[in-house]
């Protein structure tokens, strides 16, 4: 397998953001309105307390503005959306094209991560993970199945992509030492949010949930590899060993992913590469296309893949992917504002959070199909926030289940369309996906496949509570405005 690296950006990512108000326009308007709230205020103490309002009313945004600019300045790669090399890999499918793959539906946490080992287990050349959210000892254990892994095969090559929040200094440790033991060989990143003000304020972070093996086989979907999603209960010793934002989170998780065997793997695995271009380059470290070939007659063997009755052959399906730089032309909500459009029966999201996108408000609007939703729901205190950002949209939505299990998050990322298609992946039906996070899912187009998403997603309905849809728009304003600081991070 061959691979030629192009000099132009690839067509799949449009310009960074599109604007409707040019930024200076915007600055000279905040900075404008400002002196006339600071002039209005003053105005109680006569002229000269008109000048000293206006006067302090406009350096505030001023003195605001010009830190951002001087921290752009300063910390300029911090804040760049960055697009990475196109690259043609023989015998890989281009996004948004369909292909022909085998494919077994991942209805839960537990077998996401057996299956995702057992790949792993049965990798020969290579292993690329974007796990996103990483950490505790369920990660630990990939680690060292790595480990022994790459002592068995000196040719074998690892690369990670990783997300600071959930990792543990034990993690970082042991990444280091098999960064040093194989050196050139395991290669791994630790990303970061990055937060900027432009167009508005809102945080950037690698959500992308992937792994690909010997560019054969991948799992897609929304669970990290951490001990709160890979296990059902977690143990109390181990909520002391962790981060203190996993105090935040559930003991477990309740999630969705496809395991695939075909060219689209491939595909996965060009995407892989050029993401973590990209955010080497976003995080300031040398940023090198660390692409290479692997052997197409040497890949993995799944231990029982082939005699797995739940392995679904012939299945259509496509990878799409989308990131900051797609800012008002994101792939992923093209797509599915495209399948809510066409759907003449039954749409149905599930999602950890519904705040979606204008372009999705407005094909929700328009589609006759009915229209169900699953989503987290209030099952402890701490994701109060996270439920309050979603209701105000049920609305658009004909029924709306929460999901009620105590002490688990839903955490599931997939849609149906007149069971038919079924889109999964990282990306959650929110502005924030659409616009701020690289995200990836793939597109079935099989009976067979929507057929069990379906009924797992019938489960989650018979387990979940039947909300009532809200009918007071002031109310959803309220809310809406309520949770509106906390937009960067959900």
Known sequence: MTAVIKKSFDIHAPLYYTRKIPPLVKKITIIALAVLAGAAIGAFA????IIIGASIGGSIPLIAIAITLLHRRLFTHRFEAVTA??????????????????????????????????????????I???????????????????????????????????SEDLLEEADKKELAALAKKFEGRFVYLITDRIFSTEPNFHSEENHVKALVVDGAFAVVGGEGISTEMVRSTSPKEDSRERPFICK?????????????????????????????????RRMGKPHVLRFFPVAAKDVATPNGWDTDTAVLKEVRIKCVVGGPEHCGTNPIDKTLAKRILKAMREVRIASLLFNPSP???????????????????????????????????????SQVYEHQKTDQMYHSKVSTFDGLHTVIGSYNITEKSCESDDEIVLVVK??????????SLDEDGREGLLMPLPGNPLARFAIKALTAPLSPLY
């Open 46 to 49: 006569g002229p000269i307390g």
């Open 85 to 126: 090399p196109a690259m043609v890999v023989q015998g890989s499918p281009p996004l948004s094209k369909y292909t022909k793959a085998s494919v077994k539906v991942l209805t839960n946490v537990e077998d996401s991560f057996a299956c995702k080992k057992e790949f792993m287990k049965a990798a020969k050349q290579s």
């Open 128 to 162: 690329e993970l974007s796990a996103n959210f990483a950490g505790g000892k369920e990660f630990r254990k990939v680690l060292g199945l790595i480990d022994a892994k790459m002592v068995e095969l000196p040719h074998f090559k690892t690369h990670l992509l990783l």
């Open 248 to 280: 935040l989170l559930s003991k477990s998780f309740r999630d969705m992913g496809v395991a695939v065997e075909g060219p689209i793997a491939s595909t996965v695995r060009r995407e892989f590469f050029r993401l973590f271009h990209k955010w080497e």
């Open 359 to 397: 372009r999705l408000k407005k094909a929700l609007k328009r589609t006759e199909a009915r229209k169900i939703g699953y989503f987290n729901g209030i099952t402890f205190p701490l994701n109060v926030i996270q439920v309050l950002r979603s209701r105000p949209h049920y609305y658009l939505l």
């Open 446 to 455: 099989d009976f067979r496949v929507t057929a069990l998403v379906n009924a």
